[in-house]
């Protein structure tokens, strides 16, 4: 019985992640990745593995919910919405959608959380549009969303590949030196959602960019 009044006095279930809150101080966090235990330790899923790290980092419990997990965490006022979509990298667009609509987050209020073949490992480039950059995530958000304007976490994987192994490097594990380094770059990372929701994106990219 105890148990019962617990769950339901305590439980934040996803239909109630946060209606109460003014859609301008709601925030989306989407971390791209793809679902499964063969890819959650490699370089395409930093997306995931970011948002792993926040929700670790605050003792977060992710929830399974319609396209993805979720989870909510309140920091001074905003609330920051975390999704993992569950549709695989291909078809992020469909979860995102979807997010943005049920919880009423304005466009602008978005962050995606992507890997970046065009970056060193650990660099970190925050922008408000753009293009996909040849990444299928960001491609069919793009074509979902119709729109290029929405705001983009880019953590650099490196491009240290051979000809024609991309998808091999990219679906690969991180090496050890990465491993070792990863998380001070994932300490970063949060500090740089938070900025986002609270200080807004042109701060952000002033004091994160090229760090």
Request: proline share 2%; charged share 25%.
């Given at each position: 019985?105890?148990?019962?009044?617990?769950?339901?006095?305590?439980?934040?279930?996803?239909?109630?992640?946060?209606?109460?809150?003014d859609?301008?101080?709601?925030?989306?966090?989407?971390?791209?990745?793809?679902?499964?235990?063969?890819?959650?330790?490699?370089?395409?899923?930093?997306?995931?593995?970011?948002?792993?790290?926040?929700?670790?980092?605050?003792?977060?419990?992710?929830?399974?919910?319609?396209?993805g997990?979720?989870?909510?965490?309140?920091?001074?006022?905003r609330?920051?919405?975390?999704?993992?979509?569950?549709?695989?990298?291909?078809?992020?667009?469909?979860?995102?959608n979807?997010?943005?609509?049920?919880?009423?987050?304005?466009?602008?209020?978005?962050?995606?959380?992507?890997?970046?073949?065009?970056?060193?490992?650990?660099?970190?480039r925050?922008?408000?549009?753009?293009?996909?950059?040849?990444?299928?995530?960001?491609?069919d958000?793009?074509?979902?969303?119709?729109?290029?304007?929405?705001?983009?976490?880019?953590?650099?994987?490196?491009?240290?590949?051979?000809?024609?192994?991309?998808?091999?490097?990219?679906?690969?594990?991180?090496?050890?030196?990465?491993?070792?380094?990863?998380?001070e770059?994932?300490e970063?990372?949060?500090?740089?959602?938070?900025s986002?929701?609270?200080?807004?994106?042109?701060?952000?990219?002033?004091?994160?960019n090229?760090?």
């Open positions: 019985m105890f148990s019962f009044f617990k769950k339901l006095f305590s439980a934040k279930t996803v239909d109630t992640i946060s209606e109460e809150t859609p301008m101080k709601k925030f989306l966090i989407v971390g791209l990745g793809n679902i499964g235990p063969k890819y959650a330790n490699t370089r395409h899923n930093i997306g995931f593995k970011v948002v792993d790290f926040y929700a670790e980092k605050n003792s977060l419990s992710w929830e399974t919910a319609k396209l997990d979720v989870t909510s965490h309140k920091v001074k006022g609330t920051l919405i975390f999704l993992k979509p569950s549709t695989y990298m291909n078809l992020s667009g469909k979860a995102v979807y997010w943005l609509e049920k919880e009423k987050v304005p466009l602008e209020n978005m962050l995606v959380i992507t890997d970046d073949l065009n970056l060193a490992f650990g660099t970190i925050v922008k408000t549009k753009g293009s996909d950059g040849g990444h299928n995530g960001l491609k958000i793009q074509n979902t969303l119709q729109t290029t304007n929405y705001n983009r976490f880019r953590f650099g994987i490196s491009d240290a590949f051979s000809k024609g192994r991309q998808v091999d490097y990219v679906l690969g594990e991180w090496e050890a030196e990465e491993e070792k380094q990863l998380p770059r994932l970063l990372s949060c500090k740089i959602i938070e986002f929701a609270l200080a807004g994106m042109n701060i952000t990219m002033n004091t994160y090229g760090k």
